[in-house]
């Protein structure tokens, strides 16, 4: 303890301890630890300016991003039981459900949402990392299910921006059972003929990768996105061998045909665009020839594992 403590009143102490400036002025870049105004990261959609890097986003915010002047139509979800298992461990699931809500504004990981990309309509889905590491769980299988069924009763493409840590853990089989769930829904939006396209984010893991995400027409990833089923630490755990660098990452994935393109965050509005014209056979849009030029991709770090993700059925925060 400093003189200054044992001398100044207590109110002035803590007017000089009082700090000048909001704790999320700046963000740290995980990759290069480079300090961004948190601002200017925020107008240019999370991507870092130096290193490229892609961070995480919101939900409403990809959503006000991706769609034509920001502007989007919620669409309502159905409710679903709270705590089925009423599951306990560190604390309550239905306490963790309610920071959750508190932290995001959203009822569950899962946002749907309808509108117009480059004037042409769209169903939307973005699972929000943020809610419990974007975990599959009866609410957020019930709303992938509400999408895709809006999107064959609308007749428009389904657009789905994955995120995922896996299933949720606190509702056991109930969670798994989303897998199949999905499944089924995702047949009956290609039997109306309507496009399913899906963008894998950093992180895609676990029963989301396993179910709905990989059963597109077409795979788009971020770069950089940790796209798999376990993560490379658990399958070098198991196998007792090193896996090869950047191992489950979008451009790993790419190379090996599990992804069929990897698009930089600031193309996926033109890239997108021109898809859902040529998969509904529409004209292209206008709008589209005066598009922003393309932005090349990042050089990404070369180190042996980048920023591990939450593996499957692990997703409890």
Not at 138 to 152: D, N, V
Not at 188 to 194: C, S, T
Request: net charge negative; glycine share 6%.
């Amino acid at each position: 303890m400093s003189w200054i403590d044992n001398v100044l009143p207590p109110k002035i102490r803590s007017f000089l301890n009082k700090r000048e400036t909001p704790e999320n002025l700046w963000v740290k870049d995980p990759e290069s630890g480079e300090l961004v105004f948190y601002r200017d990261l925020e107008a240019n959609q999370w991507v870092v300016p130096g290193s490229g890097h892609h961070m995480k986003i919101k939900a409403n915010d990809r959503m006000a991003a991706f769609l034509d002047a920001g502007k989007y139509e919620t669409v309502p979800l159905p409710s679903v039981t709270q705590d089925p298992l009423k599951f306990r461990d560190q604390k309550r699931y239905i306490d963790r459900l309610k920071e959750a809500r508190v932290k995001t504004g959203m009822e569950d990981a899962v946002l749907v949402a309808t509108g117009t990309l480059y004037a042409q309509p769209v169903t939307v889905a973005v699972q929000d990392f943020d809610f419990m590491a974007g975990s599959l769980g009866m609410a957020a299988g019930s709303a992938i299910i509400t999408g895709l069924e809006t999107a064959a009763q609308r007749k428009t493409p389904f657009i789905l921006f994955a995120s995922s840590g896996g299933a949720r853990m606190q509702e056991g089989i109930l969670s798994l059972m989303q897998m199949p769930r999905t499944t089924v829904a995702v047949l009956r939006l290609r039997d109306a003929g309507l496009p399913f396209i899906v963008v894998f984010t950093n992180p895609t893991t676990g029963g989301v990768t396993a179910s709905y995400a990989m059963l597109g027409d077409v795979h788009i990833a971020e770069p950089g996105a940790l796209i798999c089923f376990a993560g490379p630490r658990v399958i070098e755990q198991t196998i007792r061998e090193k896996l090869p660098k950047g191992f489950q990452r979008s451009e790993y994935l790419y190379e090996h045909g599990m992804v069929d393109m990897v698009v930089h965050r600031h193309n996926l509005r033109s890239t997108i665009g021109s898809l859902v014209a040529l998969l509904t056979k529409a004209d292209a849009p206008a709008d589209l020839a005066t598009a922003p030029e393309r932005i090349p991709l990042p050089v990404l770090a070369d180190d042996d594992d980048l920023a591990e993700a939450p593996v499957a059925q692990a997703a409890s925060e």
